[in-house]
């Protein structure tokens, strides 16, 4: 294979990339999820010294940040996400003196870092709702939540029926007889965003991190924080008839872009200044520009491709869709296909109807956990592989999840009792199974107690065939998923000049072509029929993602530009 790695041309673009303000307009960004990452003190959960002794391995996939998902003090009854401490670390995870020996690590590395902020709901162990329990009804101290009365006789009736995300009553009651509402786990009571303590204490807590040298934002359901709850409520079945078109009480509400301009503020007050992506589950990609606005939070997921089959036409569209928004809106589109709330994408793309979620066959979950044989984990590999190296080389940002460059498969072999996703328990959506197959600690190597991990057991339980996937058998191997993730991070900057493309038409439905302004060509194969390229373009592939490059089925190859290789 032709390197083009040291080339001049690389080294130009990184050393302006590494003092550019707008660094975040087409990143790549790996996404950890700090449990599950490394364990250096045997604990067997993952830790934020365990990601520092990973440090090396970071820079080697040559990203431009990682994203941490929570590390604060929890009860882990939402893998974190119900944080009970939003200025702190947890202590089975480190010390804040660990975060910033972390930070510096990165930063040495020229590696950026994005926090977590979780703002719709705190853990019910926060300071504040055990205020709020103490005080009692009516106090003020309930205000910074959503207390209500019952109804029915004495109140023994929830105030509505509405469903909590992760299933069951999004009501609890508490002794004195008062219902709190959680959109979310029990744990996770939802915070009063027209309450101006709420609003000062996150304002509080971004610029804690940001004077930490922080450098940009991830916001939890950040299309769920404010809503109207005036008298009279309706109920579940009203609610759901409710356009989400900016007044929904409870969904993507126009007036929760108030609070996003109040934080760009801050944001602006740092130079350069903190980057923030929006996770908004909304109805269209117009709803979802409004988080990403320069006065707003700046990015926001792009959530389409992930729920998409690994299908040409589907592919197009949303690209270009996207692609236009983002020109029309001033921001960079993102592309995600996995993270640590989905089925991994190498097994979706391994099920039998191509779903972007997991599919129901009868009565049964075809996905992690479904029956083993409906899954063709060689062709999900193959098309996870095609469909990321499509990703890297379109314009914008795109965020990884841990694992995903070892070509990692859902795990299904998790027990009942060893499960911890509150989504399984309640059995609400994220399909039966939870999130616990993508949440499984990483194999770092072929042997060892729980494969390099950590010195113990992991805290959830790693299959054998993890040791195919570990992080050191792959690195010897050059056809290695890792090895591709590693090859392509590598040349990718080179191709990120000008956010745009063009399409080449193929003449094939399944084939999708596209160049770059500065020459480079992608080249994706959805289909199972060969699609080859002229001998002189095919000297100039540089990267792709089967052994023969003049492209098989299910495969997807980097052109360089002419001249560029010499
Ligand atoms: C987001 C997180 C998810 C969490 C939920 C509640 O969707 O990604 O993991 O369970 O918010 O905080």
């Not at 590395?109 to 005080?135: C, K, M, Q, Y």
């Not at 020109?327 to 793309?349: E, F, I, K």
């Not at 779903?355 to 899954?375: F, M």
Request: charged share 25%; net charge negative; hydrophobic share 40%.
């Amino acid at each position: 294979m032709t390197d083009v790695r040291s080339d001049d041309t690389r080294q130009a673009i990184e050393a302006e990339q590494a003092t550019d303000a707008s660094w975040w307009r087409q990143a790549a960004v790996y996404q950890i999820y700090p449990r599950s990452f490394a364990d250096a003190d045997g604990d067997g959960l993952g830790d934020l010294p365990g990601i520092l002794s990973r440090v090396d391995y970071l820079a080697s996939l040559s990203i431009d940040a990682i994203w941490l998902s929570p590390f604060y003090p929890s009860a882990l009854a939402d893998g974190g996400y119900d944080v009970a401490d939003y200025r702190d670390v947890d202590p089975r995870l480190g010390t804040l003196d660990d975060f910033d020996k972390l930070i510096a690590a990165l930063h040495e590395r020229g590696i950026r870092v994005i926090v977590d902020i979780v703002p719709n709901h705190t853990s019910n162990l926060h300071e504040w709702f055990g205020e709020a329990l103490a005080a009692g009804r009516g106090s003020a101290a309930r205000e910074r939540y959503i207390f209500r009365d019952g109804t029915g006789d004495g109140g023994e009736e929830p105030p509505t029926d509405w469903e909590s995300v992760f299933g069951g009553p999004a009501w609890e009651r508490v002794e004195d007889g008062q219902w709190y509402f959680h959109n979310f786990a029990t744990e996770q009571p939802d915070l009063n965003w027209d309450h101006p303590e709420v609003r000062e204490d996150f304002l509080r807590t971004l610029r804690f991190w940001s004077d930490r040298g922080v450098d940009g934002f991830r916001i939890d359901v950040a299309h769920m924080l404010t809503k109207d709850l005036s008298e009279p409520l309706p109920s579940r079945a009203e609610l759901e008839l409710i356009p989400q078109d900016g007044n929904h009480p409870l969904i993507d509400r126009d007036d929760v872009h108030e609070v996003y301009a109040e934080w760009r503020r801050v944001f602006d007050e740092y130079d350069p200044p903190r980057t923030a992506v929006a996770e908004a589950w909304v109805s269209t990609s117009e709803r979802r520009a409004k988080y990403a606005s320069a006065e707003g939070l700046g990015q926001a997921f792009n959530f389409d491709l992930l729920e998409a089959d690994f299908d040409a036409a589907a592919f197009r569209t949303i690209i270009a869709d996207n692609l236009a928004q983002a020109q029309a809106t001033g921001s960079s589109t993102t592309w995600v296909l996995s993270n640590h709330d989905v089925t991994r994408h190498a097994t979706r793309y391994g099920l039998p109807a191509l779903a972007g979620r997991p599919v129901k066959q009868g009565t049964e979950w075809v996905a992690a956990g479904g029956p083993d044989d409906a899954i063709d984990r060689g062709r999900g590999l193959r098309r996870a592989r095609a469909a990321t190296l499509l990703l890297l080389g379109l314009p914008g940002s795109t965020y990884l999840y841990q694992g995903e460059e070892l070509g990692l498969q859902e795990v299904a072999e998790i027990a009942a009792e060893q499960r911890q996703d509150p989504a399984f328990f309640r059995g609400g959506e994220f399909d039966g199974l939870g999130r616990d197959g993508c949440r499984v600690p990483l194999p770092w190597s072929a042997d060892g107690a729980s494969f390099g991990f950590g010195d113990a057991a992991a805290h959830l339980p790693q299959p054998a065939w993890f040791a195919d996937h570990a992080v050191d058998v792959e690195t010897a191997d050059p056809e290695s998923t890792l090895s591709l993730y590693r090859e392509a991070l590598g040349i990718r900057r080179l191709l990120q000049t000008e956010e745009r493309l063009d399409w080449i038409e193929t003449g094939r439905t399944d084939v999708l072509r596209l160049v770059r302004p500065n020459g480079w060509q992608v080249v994706a194969n959805f289909g199972t029929d060969a699609f080859p390229l002229e001998a002189e373009e095919a000297d100039r592939v540089v990267l792709g993602t089967a052994e023969d490059r003049s492209v098989p089925g299910e495969t997807t190859v980097w052109i360089a530009p002419e001249g560029l290789l010499g």
